[in-house]
């Protein structure tokens, strides 16, 4: 909106020349969800509790956890309401790729929104069923590949970027509209079931988002795409203000999802952050690299199949529970301290990430 309205007040003050510049949009983007999310989040928590949307405390789940029964859910909406108003204000509407991330977003965040309010109103940890659930994600995750695949066909958009293979980069086809669908689906749900703790998921969120901010921006730039060997994306750029507005408004709900929580995230939030991650990674042709970025929700999701699989084929469970983070829970760790080493696991990988960017 300001972008677009800057195009015309550039011929007549020469100063609103600034808004061409990307940084200068991305910074304002970061700081305008900041400020909504501090803005907002009080009055949307007092609007959950006056409505009691409260969050159902699992009956087999640490004992440590009851306490936090009451505590108002779905706050992932002060996420979702502070990066579309930013995103709106300080991207360019004629940007695609803002358009598809925009969609799964909100598209996912709603069917979160369903599966919270059939948690409140039926009083249990459950919420959807799970073929519904996952009916209504395929769907999106679909419509937005055929999308996305159609935009980009036989371009950089839809090539194959492997790690330590840059040079060959193969054109996907028609196979780019499932790896889409995968890498979509399975980051919405990895980082679903991450979000166990206080603020255990969005600072990992937040750290992704700035990475794939980077390579958003060196996407963008001819020159920085040759030196990292990575695709030249017309449309990426834009994404950097996705991005920044994912961590401004992921770093204003953690003022108050931080331990201990005055508000949790709900599926509405976890779901569509992770929605939305996956397909910035997908636009931006680093699939694999999100595996190693976002690693701590790869290590989550794993426990979680792991976890199944064993009881189902032997009859034994590898971990004491899982997610992961609450076997560690249940071993005796302090919830801050599971909280902060896994975030200290993120920050690590995402840097890791960004090193091995030039040679992997």
Not at 341 to 353: E, Q, Y
Request: glycine share 8%; proline share 4%.
């Amino acid at each position: 909106m300001l972008f677009c309205l800057s195009k015309y007040l550039v011929k007549y003050y020469s100063v609103f020349n600034i808004f061409s510049f990307l940084m200068f949009r991305a910074i304002s983007c970061l700081l305008t969800a900041l400020c909504l999310a501090l803005w907002i989040g009080p009055r949307i928590i007092a609007l959950l509790q006056n409505m009691s949307f409260k969050q159902i405390i699992r009956q087999d789940g640490p004992r440590s956890h009851f306490r936090k029964q009451g505590t108002p859910t779905m706050g992932g909406i002060i996420i979702l309401i502070s990066i579309i108003i930013s995103v709106l204000m300080w991207s360019s509407p004629c940007n695609p790729y803002i358009w598809c991330a925009l969609f799964v977003m909100l598209s996912y965040g709603i069917v979160g929104f369903f599966d919270d309010y059939r948690k409140v109103l039926q009083k249990n940890s459950q919420g959807l069923i799970a073929r519904w659930k996952y009916f209504w994600q395929s769907i999106i995750a679909l419509v937005i590949s055929l999308t996305m695949y159609t935009i980009g066909k036989d371009t950089p958009a839809t090539v194959l970027v492997v790690l330590f293979f840059k040079d060959l980069m193969p054109q996907l086809g028609i196979l780019y509209i499932p790896l889409s669908y995968l890498v979509i689906v399975g980051t919405s749900n990895a980082v679903n079931l991450t979000d166990g703790l206080d603020g255990l998921a969005v600072m990992p969120a937040v750290l992704v988002a700035a990475g794939m901010g980077f390579l958003a921006w060196s996407s963008s730039n001819p020159h920085l795409a040759a030196y990292f060997h990575i695709p030249y994306l017309l449309y990426a750029g834009e994404l950097v203000i996705f991005c920044s507005a994912i961590v401004g408004a992921g770093l204003g709900f953690l003022w108050f999802n931080t331990y201990p929580a005055q508000v949790f995230m709900g599926d509405v939030g976890s779901l569509a952050i992770g929605g939305a991650l996956g397909t910035i990674a997908v636009l931006l042709r680093q699939e694999c690299l999100l595996v190693i970025m976002g690693g701590i929700f790869v290590i989550e999701a794993l426990s979680v199949i792991l976890q199944v699989s064993s009881f189902k084929l032997r009859r034994r469970r590898i971990f004491l529970m899982a997610p992961i983070h609450h076997h560690y829970e249940l071993k005796g760790w302090p919830e801050p301290r599971i909280i902060v080493r896994f975030w200290i696991i993120a920050f690590t990988l995402v840097l890791i990430s960004l090193a091995i960017l030039r040679y992997g």
